[in-house]
């Protein structure tokens, strides 16, 4: 379950994201569209702890952070959160100098405290899950681009976060790679994790998202069902993005 | 006569365009007696006047004074330094040394001597509150500091004392009262001048040994020798040195023996059998014994000594490697991930180091800081004085690499729940120590090499040893390649072994490529 309440994010004077309000059932997935500079990467990092909330609250995994925590207590409930919240970058940012199989051990090894052993077999699992198995010894650099990502997304779930946010997943992707990760993410929403998909590519949510919300300068122009906002978009700025995404 | 040019004799081109100025400096050495001393801790010899510090004064000086006015010369002091003063002799820089030289066998094959103008004795001094130390042999086992390369040191060096150089007596007797040695052996007039009045020390037994000084001259300076010797006969039987001496509280019963002997074998009577009184060359006569201290080099014991000061520049080079990479990354991460107090200080502390030079900062730490209670001794002043400076250069490359590492890996990190401290150690760290290696290997060989400015604070390093038995023996040329030959052998496996770390990194990586490449 994720809970954004009047989320308000300023850099100094430029308000980049303007009391945002939305909610994603748990086992669900939430599209974010938007053109570039809406503020959608920014809200990602809200979610996440990476950048400190101005205004509202966001609540996932069940640790909710309020503006107006005072810094000590935020830090705190930030760590606490990041254990229910996996992200996969758009840079994806895999440590180069470990290998695939290293990238996935490296946090329950190092953070969880598991079992060398048994983290390395669930790393396998993980791996065989995403078709890499038989290259998780390769270095990320040996590995191509769509490779690197399911590292990134294996490297994610192997700290078993409830919920899972992904930045521009299909920017590196082509078309049929792009369908794949799609089918695979719906498998993740099976399993029963809870997405927000940050996206300017409406193929990508058709099929996956079951609400989506549009973003324009840090507001929300449109936030519903997945297959209304697509077929019968209320907003002529929607109606105008979706015209020139098809 | 003072031959002052003899490379351009050979060229008779350089010899027409030098004509004037070799005819005009022959004439000048005739009527100039060049001689050289070390006026740096040269008190009672030769030393700046702390008056009138421009100017310089010492019983020595007024007595070439005396002997060039017996010569019918003209004294002209060339300030020198102590451990080159035979090879500056032979380079032609003066004519004369005159800086309370002790005739040795290993000088005896390189210069001429001539009489004896001053007999010395020699004397031990220890802290005020030792008791243990009596007398030389109450040293052994313990450290014995004394100025390199004299009569002290051959004696302290042939009866196997552990001892330690210095290139000027108040070092020795700083060190001295400092605890870095237990005792200092110097001959009498230094000893009375640097020691004698300093409560903290006290002489222990009475002076021992005796010798005597002369006045070193090229071994081909014979008629200049001949000269010297009667102007020092002169000057002793008309009681001018004697005057000199007694202004400068340094007359005693053997500079009368010297006295009574010299006008005796005016007179032609003969000074009886007091024993055998050769300076290596055997000319300078006399009766007044002194024992020739005539250590020999020993080539083998050279490359032993040699052997020790490449162990020890091998400690210097590590332990200030290491001391720099720690300190190092501490002024990275303070300069780039502290509060702004900490980037202030870790800034300032780099521009301080890097803006100014080694040397100073050695010297600083060696004489510097025992004046505020801490005094380390000189190698361990050396491996912290390097360390701290390469700590400077290390933060740079280490912020370098640190800022190559892209943002992106921290936040990754933070996201899979690390701690900035793990994050750094296990994501960031290796990443940047990747990028940092090759200009950290440079480093360190650079650091090998600047090793050698301890020679400043007398620590018994290559370059040290280099000198001193450079300076014992005469051979720059044989001593000097086999000393680069030691710090080749170190530092080329270094820059070997950095490569191939450097190679084995990019190979595994290579090597995953090609796989990658090879799969479809």
């Known amino acids: ?246 | 006569m003072g031959r002052l040019f003899s490379g351009p004799h050979a060229r008779p081109a350089a010899l027409v365009l030098l004509a004037p100025l070799i005819l005009f400096s022959q004439a000048r050495a005739q009527t100039t007696l060049r001689w050289g001393a070390d006026p740096s801790g040269g008190a009672p010899y030769v030393f700046a006047d702390p008056a009138h510090p421009e100017t310089y004064v010492g019983y020595e000086k007024e007595m070439v004074e005396a002997l060039a006015a017996a010569m019918g010369r003209r004294a002209e002091f060339v300030p020198s330094d102590w451990e080159t003063l035979v090879s500056s002799l032979e380079r032609g820089q003066f004519d004369v040394i005159v800086n309370g030289l002790e005739p040795t066998a290993d000088r005896a094959r390189l210069i001429l001597f001539s009489k004896p103008y001053y007999a010395f004795r020699l004397q031990i001094t220890v802290r005020r509150e030792e008791e243990k130390i009596d007398s030389l042999e109450d040293c052994r086992g313990r450290t014995v500091g004394t100025l390199v390369n004299t009569a002290a040191s051959r004696l302290l060096e042939r009866d196997g004392y552990r001892y330690k150089g210095y290139q000027d007596p108040v070092g020795a007797y700083r060190d001295l009262e400092l605890g870095r040695v237990d005792a200092v052996l110097m001959d009498v007039p230094m000893e009375m001048y640097y020691a004698r009045r300093n409560p903290r020390l006290k002489a222990a037994g009475e002076p021992f040994h005796r010798g005597a000084y002369v006045v070193g001259l090229r071994k081909t300076d014979e008629a200049l020798k001949r000269e010297v010797d009667a102007a020092v006969d002169k000057i002793i039987r008309d009681g001018t040195l004697e005057q000199i001496l007694r202004r400068w509280n340094l007359w005693d019963e053997a500079q009368a023996a010297l006295k009574v002997e010299r006008v005796q074998e005016a007179t032609g009577q003969t000074a009886g059998a007091q024993g055998e009184g050769s300076a290596g060359e055997g000319e300078t006569g006399g009766g007044v014994a002194y024992d020739l201290t005539s250590t020999t080099f020993n080539w083998g014991e050279a490359l032993v000594r040699l052997g020790r000061a490449a162990l020890i520049t091998i400690l210097l080079a590590f332990g200030a490697m290491a001391v720099a990479l720690a300190l190092g990354l501490v002024l990275a991460v303070a300069q780039a991930h502290g509060p702004r107090w900490s980037g202030w200080l870790a800034t300032a502390y780099v521009e301080f180091f890097r803006g100014t030079p080694v040397l100073v900062q050695l010297l600083f730490l060696y004489f510097g800081l025992p004046k505020l209670g801490v005094a380390m001794p000189g190698w361990l002043t050396a491996l912290v004085g390097l360390g701290l400076n390469y700590a400077a250069y290390e933060s740079q490359v280490y912020r370098a690499a640190l800022d190559a590492v892209p943002r992106g890996q921290w936040e990754a990190a933070y996201l899979l729940g690390m701690s900035p401290v793990l994050a750094f150690r296990r994501v960031i760290m290796p990443q940047a120590l990747r990028v940092a290696l090759p200009p950290m290997t440079n480093d360190f060989v650079s650091l090998f090499k600047d090793t050698s400015v301890a020679f400043a604070i007398s620590v018994w390093e290559l370059a040290t040893a280099y000198r001193e038995l450079a300076n014992a023996t005469g051979e720059f040329l044989l001593l000097g390649v086999i000393v680069s030959v030691f710090y080749l052998v170190m530092s080329l496996p270094l820059a070997h072994l950095a490569r191939r770390l450097e190679l084995r990194m990019r190979r595994r990586r290579d090597a995953s490529l090609e796989l990658a490449e090879e799969a479809p």
């Open chain 1, 1 to 246: 379950m994720i809970r954004v309440e009047n989320l308000e994010k300023s850099y100094g004077d430029v308000r980049v994201l303007k009391g945002l309000t939305f909610a994603v059932e748990p086992r669900t997935v939430l599209g974010v569209i938007g053109g570039s500079g809406s503020g959608k990467s920014t809200l990602l990092r809200c979610l996440n702890g990476l950048e400190r909330i101005d205004g509202g609250a966001v609540e996932a995994g069940g640790v909710r952070l309020e503006a107006s925590l005072g810094a000590s207590e935020y830090a705190r409930r930030v760590k606490q959160l990041r254990r229910h919240v996996g992200m996969v970058f758009q840079h994806l940012y895999l440590f180069p100098h470990l290998t695939a199989l290293g990238n996935v051990t490296e946090a329950p090894v190092h953070v969880a405290r598991v079992r060398p052993a048994e983290a390395q077999a669930r790393a396998l699992e993980l791996l065989g899950a995403v078709g890499l198995r038989e290259k998780a010894d390769r270095f990320p650099d040996a590995l191509s681009g769509g490779e690197q990502q399911r590292v990134a997304i294996a490297r994610a779930l192997a700290m078993k976060p409830e919920v899972l946010l992904f930045d521009e997943p299909t920017s590196a992707l082509d078309p049929r790679r792009t369908s794949e990760l799609r089918a695979t993410l719906r498998g993740f929403v099976r399993d029963g994790h809870t997405m927000v998909v940050v996206t300017h590519s409406m193929s990508f949510v058709d099929g996956l998202a079951d609400s989506l919300l549009y973003m324009e300068a840090g507001e929300t122009v449109e936030y519903g069902e997945a297959e209304k906002v697509l077929k019968d978009p209320r907003d002529p700025r929607t109606r105008e993005f979706l015209s020139h995404a098809r």
